[in-house]
């Protein structure tokens, strides 16, 4: 592994980035490609590890885990929060929103006008920002999602976005969420 690699790694990682498999960077590709030999992930993961990063390999992506202590904990819960959020708006835009899918905001937008619970979603993620249209606040939400590494803008002119393999993890994130359906069932009397 030369050096130049392992710098540009951890110089996308440490910011909280992803590296995915269908980046539609060429570079971000070629650098999971490398990552993706084993030799060279244990490689990695033994020199991260001695600078307190601990690499972690996903279902098409890489990404930094960090031990924090519990006070950050309601941090993490809060940004939970917003993930889920976001996930459960993009799905309810398209069920079939998932790695891969490609949209405009404009599609979301010209949706609203037939689906009431994606009107409802769009206006409780941006309550705040009751200044702004849908369509800006539609804008707003991807762009988060680009900021955080798990959509990338693919075409500027038609501002199409493709969803990245990084998306990956906010689903296992929401599977490892267990929800008892009857909760009576398990309280002994």
Same mark, same amino acid.
């Given at each position: 592994?030369?050096? #130049? ?8 990682? %440490?910011?909280?980035? *992803? ?17 993706? $030999? ?5 490689? =990695? ?6 600078? $307190? ?10 990404? @930094? ?7 950050? =904990? ?13 996930? &459960? @708006? ?11 899918? %490609? ?9 609203? +006008?037939? $689906?009431?619970?994606?009107?409802? #979603? =769009? ?5 705040? +920002?009751?200044?702004?249209?849908? =369509?800006?606040?539609? %804008? ?8 955080? &590494? *798990?959509?990338?803008?693919? $075409? ?10 990084? @998306?990956?993890?906010?689903? &296992? ?17």
């Amino acid at each position: 592994m030369n050096r #130049k690699n392992t710098s540009k790694i951890f110089e996308i990682l %440490r910011k909280g980035q *992803f590296i995915c498999s269908n980046s539609p960077s060429e570079e971000i590709k070629k650098l999971y490609d490398t990552m993706d $030999n084993a030799d060279v992930f244990d490689e =990695l993961y033994e020199y991260f590890l001695q600078i $307190n990063y601990q690499l972690e390999q996903g279902d098409g992506y890489f990404y @930094f885990s960090k031990h924090e202590s519990n006070a950050d =904990l309601e941090r993490k819960i809060e940004k939970a929060f917003q993930w889920i959020d976001n996930l &459960d @708006f993009f799905k309810t835009y398209d069920s079939s929103f998932d790695v891969g899918f %490609r949209f405009t905001p404009s599609e979301i937008h010209n949706q609203l +006008k037939n $689906n009431a619970d994606l009107k409802s #979603k =769009l206006q409780s993620l941006s309550k705040s +920002k009751s200044n702004k249209n849908h =369509l800006e606040n539609i %804008r707003e939400i991807v762009k988060k999602m680009v900021n955080e &590494d *798990f959509i990338a803008l693919e $075409n500027e002119i038609s501002e199409t976005y493709k969803v990245l393999t990084s @998306f990956n993890y906010l689903k &296992d994130l929401i599977n490892q969420i267990n929800i008892p359906e009857n909760i009576e069932d398990e309280i002994p009397e």
